[in-house]
């Protein structure tokens, strides 16, 4: 995400003992250091330098050309990933591009610079480091939060936390300690997407000192490939060992360990680079390995998903492995690819793909929370195209008043550019900001302590659930006789002797009456003790509603549930005997049909529940690019039984904001009593009443 930089000084982890004679296979001239440390002149920008005051060229400054149209790929991925999901689903994997060209550059600058100096300057490189990421990652923190608190205080649940992760660089462990989920989009995290930036820090911290110890131990770049080249394998089959099909993939996606994959690769080809002119030496390899490179990255990022199993035992590995030969074709020269990568716009955004990355998740969250929204509607795309424009024009300022001057100049001298500007006479602008800034740190280190500690979305179904406790499935008048089927027994559907009455669709007439079902109304109105619920948070955060709207309901729902749930919860009541005439089931909010078995764990319930009960199956609402495919799914299979109509709660809140919390997911006070509504029609639907 970071643009590379590099400039080295003496002094660090000691000198470098005198180099064996010079390999006859080099084609062209490079610099040796000890150990057989040589490295091509070409490398990626530094901190510009200056001579006499004038900035040197990109050509004497020896960039590689076409990196920056990889970042910006990258980057316009992961952006893609993050607003609509189902455009590009395998966008995440512009992160590890990212760490591939980051693992390649970081290590030719070092070698570089043991080249040069014969020394690694540690502090000058962790200082060159600190002002590339931390004065773009302190302005996107402190606004953000500000912001934040303005607009939606529930994105401020668990700020403490985000800030110190953010700060410290550790966010992705951080995240996985607090349970956090990547891929779980109805409650994000505001700094969700530092995870990568911590494992880049980790590994800028860690790796000068494993490479002097590298270069120490070992004779050759050959053999230094191959050790990281191991590495990067160790890490990979860790990932695929350590994921768990159908549980979220959180840990091994955050996780240092599981995910340096793609920085040692790049590691290894920087090692590999230092024993030959360039990457790619056959013709043929330099002019179709990065195309193929770029077309396989492509077909990834369109085809794979977060979700899929494929992904964590072997896509993303894939994944790095196609940029890693990109970048190896970036090392050759010109070609058709470099020049598609060079041309103006792609550099551009390549050069800003740091404040991009930063800025684009915390300015979508809260145009979303700003401007309450379905996914797919007009008022939705409008923010999401507002707060995208808002990311490049924020990651322009940013570079050019913020990140070019302090990686520079430094932050000593841009602390006393700014000192003395505040003291000359006359000056007013200068001083305001530097006061506005000083007061948006203080601000937001008083948002942090004063932050809400649980979203109003979790209040709201703490509260169902404390409703639900008083109630229970099946808790009833106890002055009422039983609620029975005729021909039903209680642990199951109807078995008796006579032949089921077969239940007509909604609107063929006949209703519940003529099915030998007890009336469901009673004045007009739903005897919701005649009806049972089980479901998700969705369920249980309108259960105050539900209770009211159907006294005498029994409900049983908790967060988490996924449709594989479903048929343990309904085989339970019905031995129990707490099953009742009219079931209502809604477990769609987590996953959907995603995971494996959730379409046969439905049929499995209806089978249970048997054709003389009548279902309604609550569709989803959110924001994963996997809601519609899962409402079609819902539909498909309510359709093909007689007694199950669908309850459109999706299509009761498209189109209307108010009705949901922050995280798009779960209705508010208003949205409960529209959700009531909902499951009232549908009941009334499918007794055909």
């Known amino acids: 995400m970071d643009d590379v930089d590099g ?71 992961v952006v893609v990933y993050h607003v609509q999901p189902s455009w590009l689903p395998g966008g995440f994997l512009g992160v590890d591009v990212f760490f591939v060209v980051s693992g390649f550059l970081i290590t030719t600058l070092l070698l570089r610079e043991l080249q040069r100096t014969r020394r690694l300057s540690l502090p000058s490189f962790w200082l060159r480091r600190a002002r590339r990421l931390l004065p773009a990652l302190g302005v996107v923190v402190v606004t953000s939060i500000l912001a934040a608190r303005v607009v939606e205080p529930d994105l401020l649940v668990g700020i403490g936390r985000q800030t110190l992760g953010a700060l410290t660089f550790s966010s992705n462990w951080e995240q996985i300690a607090s349970g956090a989920s990547y891929f779980d989009r109805t409650a994000p995290d ?16 860690l790796w000068p000192l494993l490479l002097a110890l590298l270069v120490a131990l070992t004779t050759s770049g050959r053999t230094r490939a191959r050790v990281a080249l191991a590495g990067a394998v160790a890490s990979a089959l860790l990932m695929a060992g350590l994921y768990t099909p159908g549980t979220d993939p959180t840990r091994v996606y955050y996780g240092t360990d599981t995910h340096v994959f793609g920085l040692l690769l790049g590691v290894a080809a920087a090692f590999w680079w230092t024993t030959r002119p360039r990457l790619l030496a056959a013709p043929w390899a330099h002019r179709w390995v990065p195309v193929l490179g770029l077309a396989g990255l492509l077909v990834l990022m369109f085809t794979l998903h977060d979700d899929a199993d494929l992904t964590y035992r072997g896509g993303i590995a894939l994944g790095s492995v196609l940029a890693l030969g990109v970048v190896a074709g970036c090392t050759g020269g010109a070609t058709t690819t470099v020049r598609v990568l060079e041309l103006r716009p792609a550099r551009w955004v390549g050069e800003r793909s740091y404040g991009i990355y930063l800025w684009h998740w915390p300015l979508l969250l809260l145009a979303w929370a700003a401007v309450p929204a379905e996914p797919g509607t007009a008022r939705w795309w409008w923010s999401s195209v ?72 979790q209040r709201s179904i703490e509260q169902g659930l404390s409703a639900i406790d008083t109630t229970g499935v099946g808790a009833t008048d106890p002055a009422l006789p039983p609620l029975t089927i005729p021909g039903a027994t209680p642990g199951g559907p109807a078995t008796g002797s006579r032949p089921s009455p077969g239940p007509t669709r909604p609107g063929a007439g006949g209703g519940a009456a003529s099915s030998g079902l007890p009336p469901l109304l009673v004045k007009g109105k739903v ?122 709660w999706n299509a009761a809140v498209r189109g209307k904001p108010g009705l949901l919390h922050a995280d798009r997911t779960h209705p508010n006070m208003k949205g409960i009593d529209v959700y009531a509504d909902v499951v009232d029609a549908a009941l009334r639907e499918v007794a055909g009443a």
Do not use: C
């Open 7 to 77: 400039t080295a000084t003496r002094g660090g982890v000691g000198p470098v003992p005198p180099p064996p004679p010079p390999s006859p296979a080099l084609q062209r001239p490079s610099l040796r250091v000890a150990d057989d440390v040589r490295i091509h002149p070409a490398t990626d920008r530094d901190v510009t330098p200056t001579v006499a005051g004038r900035a040197v060229s990109r050509q004497a400054r020896g960039r590689i050309a076409g990196l920056d149209g990889l970042r910006a790929l990258a980057v316009v991925a």
């Open 386 to 457: 507002a707060a995208v424009a808002l990311t490049f024009a924020l990651s322009w300022a940013s570079y050019r008043w913020v990140e070019t001057p302090i990686r520079r100049d430094g932050f000593r001298a841009t602390v006393a550019r700014v000192t003395a500007a505040v003291r000359r006479p006359g000056a007013r602008v200068v001083p305001a900001v530097a006061v506005v800034g000083v007061l948006a740190v203080v601000g937001a280190g008083g948002v942090v302590v004063t932050a809400p500690t649980e979203s109003g979305a």
């Open 527 to 648: 005897d919701g003790r005649q009806v049972v619920g089980f479901g998700d948070s969705v369920l249980s955060g309108a259960a105050p509603a539900m209770l009211s709207h159907f006294p005498g309901i029994g409900l049983d729902a908790k967060p988490i549930r996924k449709w594989v749930d479903a048929p343990a919860l309904v085989q339970k009541a019905a031995d129990a005997g707490k099953l009742r005439p009219y079931v209502v089931l809604n477990f769609g909010t987590n996953g959907g049909f995603q995971f494996k078995g959730s379409d046969t764990a439905l049929e499995k319930v209806l089978d249970v529940l048997g054709p003389d009960r009548r279902v309604v199956l609550v569709n989803t609402v959110g924001i994963s690019y996997w809601v519609p495919s899962a409402n079609k799914e819902l539909a498909k299979i309510a359709a093909k039984h007689p007694n199950v109509v669908v309850a459109d």
């Open 190 to 205: 505001l700094f969700m997407t530092f995870w990568s930036l911590a494992i880049e820090e980790q590994f800028y911290v």
